[in-house]
């Protein structure tokens, strides 16, 4: 693995933005950096599938644990009333799109280790699937990449369009001022569409009870399925919560609420007890003593880095801001290698169980909602 210095692309903001990257930049550097690439041996690659996949096995055992447990679930902030269905969703495994990305440190040298999953809400999807792949197309096109996400999510689509009630599927999300959340959400429409699924468009805000409870969209037509870009966490804690939860036979979720059990970063002490000294896992726990000096320490349900600390020989090193609060993990700290331009963390998705794809982010110690985007090669 390194990082090798290339030539931007003439006129690539515009380019990326007719892809539907229109996010490209902040307000003073690129959001997408093609001033550079990460290359990747085969063999690494090989590897990095390899343990995607498996540490995808170790959440499905951890899943099988935490659902059985109500106490464990407390642990994890699921509301008692909430824990009935969490389980039995996890149990029948309604139909669901089953993706999401595990966000990796590694360094080229040793095995890769994971930091978290983001699997109910998870976001730089269009720029891996689609914004690298066609920049490697025009860059390198005769080296390949690790990426057929955009195809496997075609076919998880066609997997799930025979459950659908009537074969209609709703897609929400918030209206976003970034567009992040709305272009995201309608990659995912657009996928689905065609995977010969009918689909149609609501903001959450928009999403209402008709008089027996039950979800409606802003047009009162029953919601019988719905994919949503909107937290579990932040759904069963809005007015109409219990009323979601209470009337789940009346409308299919993707992705279903048995997602607040891997989404949630209390899930890193339990694989840790469950398998430890395992090569993908780092030492966490619900104290530091668990994680040990050099530690992290990260609210159980947070996003884009918010809120998290970094102490190293008993001093705090990094800290990011936000707004999150409540319970928090301790992770053994990992020590990211600098490339030049700043650390990355690999990106690594999964669809059904299976490796579907790589997208790598910069940033400082802790990569947050500012953080870079690197595109990726594989040589030799």
């Known amino acids: 693995m390194d990082r090798i210095a290339i030539a931007p692309r003439p006129g690539w903001p515009q380019t990326v933005a007719d892809q539907g990257l229109i996010w490209h930049s902040e307000a003073d550097r690129p959001y997408w950096d093609e001033s550079g690439c990460y290359r990747f041996t085969l063999a690494e690659i090989e590897m990095i599938e390899a343990a995607t996949e498996d540490v995808y096995r170790l959440f499905l055992a951890a899943g099988e644990r935490i659902a059985g447990d109500r106490a464990l679930m407390a642990r994890f902030g699921i509301p008692d009333w909430c824990m009935d269905a969490v389980a039995a969703s996890w149990h029948d495994r309604p139909p669901a799109l089953d993706h999401g990305r595990f966000d990796f440190g590694y360094d080229g040298i040793s095995a890769p280790a994971l930091f978290e999953f983001n699997c109910d809400t998870p976001t730089a999807l269009l720029e891996t699937a ?60 657009e996928l689905a569409e065609t995977a010969g699924i009918e689909t149609l468009g609501v903001v959450i805000d928009d999403i209402g009870l008709d008089a027996a409870g039950r979800i409606v969209d802003g047009d009162d037509r029953l919601i019988s399925a719905i994919f949503k870009l909107y937290p579990w966490e932040w759904i069963v804690a809005e007015p109409f919560g219990r009323d979601i939860v209470r009337h789940l036979p009346d409308t299919l979720w993707i992705e279903p609420i048995w997602k607040m059990i891997w989404s949630n970063k209390a899930i890193l002490p339990v694989l840790w007890e469950m398998f430890p000294g395992h090569p993908n896992l780092l030492p966490a726990g619900f104290t530091a003593a668990d994680a040990g000096p050099d530690h992290v320490i990260k609210p159980c349900l947070a996003r884009e880095g918010a809120n998290i600390a970094l102490v190293e020989g008993g001093r705090l090193r990094a800290q990011a801001g936000g707004g999150y ?28 169980g299976e490796a579907a794809g790589m997208g790598i982010r910069e940033d400082g110690l802790i990569t947050g909602n500012t953080a870079r985007f690197v595109p990726h090669i594989i040589s030799g």
Not at 326 to 349: A, E, H, K, M, N
Request: charged letters at 25%; one cysteine or more; proline letters at 5%.
């Open 130 to 189: 689609v914004i690298q792949w066609n920049w490697k197309e025009d860059v390198f096109p005769g080296h390949d990449q690790f990426n057929s996400l955009h195809e496997r999510l075609i076919d998880a689509w066609r997997r799930v369009a025979g459950a659908l009630p009537g074969g209609r599927l709703w897609f929400g999300h918030v209206a976003d001022e970034a567009h992040e959340d709305t272009i995201t959400t309608t990659y995912l429409r």
């Open 325 to 352: 609060d409540g319970p928090c993990i301790y992770q053994q700290l990992y020590r990211l290698r600098d490339f030049g331009r700043g650390y990355p963390v690999l990106g690594c998705w999964v669809v059904g």
